[in-house]
């Protein structure tokens, strides 16, 4: 079984947050494997509108016929699904056994809404990010 609080605290989003608050968010996320060759979620649809940690295998993200990243364990994808129901931006397929944490949309929501300062800490994080990128 997987440490699910320690995969998160890997995942810069939720890098700040402490022991109580991720191992509250960590009972929100379920653990999903994929088969190589399987898609995780594909570019264009809603499929799987949530957030995944990987916790062991390797994947790839594709947009159109493009690879844009290859995702190994600790890494992960869908951050924007957390945030809004909006369509995938790329495909992202297993390319060996994949094995993975999930957190769907609804789920997060409802999560961020019970705990303010676990959400404040995720927006002090989002605005750091976009901040970086602007510079």
Same mark, same amino acid.
């Given at each position: 079984?997987?440490?699910?609080?320690?995969?998160?605290?890997? @995942?810069?989003?939720?890098?700040?947050?402490?022991?109580?608050?991720?191992?509250?968010?960590?009972?929100?996320?379920?653990?999903?494997?994929?088969?190589?060759?399987?898609?995780? @979620?594909?570019?264009?649809?809603?499929?799987?509108?949530?957030?995944?940690?990987?916790?062991?295998?390797?994947?790839?993200?594709?947009?159109?016929?493009?690879?844009?990243?290859?995702?190994?364990?600790?890494?992960?994808?869908?951050?924007?699904?957390?945030?809004?129901?909006?369509?995938?931006?790329?495909?992202?397929?297993? @390319?060996?056994?994949?094995?993975?944490?999930?957190?769907?949309?609804?789920?997060?929501?409802?999560?961020?809404?019970?705990?303010?300062?676990?959400?404040?800490?995720?927006?002090?994080?989002?605005?750091?990010?976009?901040?970086?990128?602007?510079?």
């Amino acid at each position: 079984m997987t440490d699910v609080a320690a995969s998160l605290k890997r @995942v810069p989003l939720f890098a700040e947050l402490n022991g109580r608050q991720l191992k509250k968010l960590g009972a929100h996320f379920r653990e999903r494997s994929f088969e190589p060759g399987t898609s995780v @979620v594909q570019e264009g649809t809603m499929s799987g509108i949530g957030f995944f940690v990987i916790v062991d295998g390797e994947a790839e993200a594709r947009i159109g016929e493009k690879t844009v990243g290859n995702l190994s364990a600790g890494d992960h994808f869908g951050e924007m699904a957390l945030i809004s129901e909006v369509e995938r931006m790329a495909t992202v397929r297993a @390319v060996t056994q994949l094995r993975c944490l999930e957190i769907p949309f609804w789920d997060f929501r409802e999560f961020a809404l019970q705990n303010a300062d676990v959400t404040w800490k995720l927006l002090q994080h989002v605005v750091e990010v976009l901040s970086a990128e602007r510079s």
